[in-house]
């Protein structure tokens, strides 16, 4: 059983910046696709980008594009979403899910990962 904690949230201003971090419970996460969502009160979730297992793929929402990236470290035991020039409505609870084997191509699918994060809450002042 894999477990997912994420860590780095939190109150920042409009244009501000913020990490977000993925660690998991296992020594590393090689073989896994992670997957970043958020969700806002009231909301759907909204899948927000992807980091592939076998080549580090990454895909992202248009929603983030060019202002989010996703990476993971050289040991593999954490993966980040450096999240830049926030936006209000950028607030929402964000959480990181993996599955192994994927790709990334459907990666907006929750369906197609297997462990979960509780989240962390991301909140963007104006």
């Known amino acids: 059983q894999l477990h997912l904690v994420e860590s780095g949230g939190g109150l920042v201003q409009v244009g501000g910046s913020l990490r977000l971090s993925c660690a998991a419970s296992?020594?590393?996460?090689?073989?896994?696709?992670i997957g970043w969502f958020r969700q806002a009160p009231g909301k759907k979730r909204e899948a927000i980008s992807c980091?592939?297992?076998?080549?580090?793929?990454?895909v992202y929402a248009e929603s983030v594009k060019g202002r989010f990236t996703v990476s993971r470290d050289n040991a593999k035991t954490m993966v980040y979403l450096q999240m830049n020039s926030l936006k209000p409505e950028d607030t929402a609870v964000y959480s990181c899910?993996?599955?192994?084997?994927?790709?990334?191509?459907?990666?907006?699918?929750?369906?197609?990962?297997?462990?979960w994060g509780q989240g962390t809450q991301v909140t963007v002042s104006s």
């Open positions: 980091i592939s297992s076998s080549d580090s793929r990454t």
């Open positions: 899910a993996a599955t192994t084997g994927f790709d990334c191509s459907n990666y907006a699918s929750t369906a197609e990962y297997d462990y």
């Open positions: 296992e020594s590393t996460l090689d073989y896994y696709a």
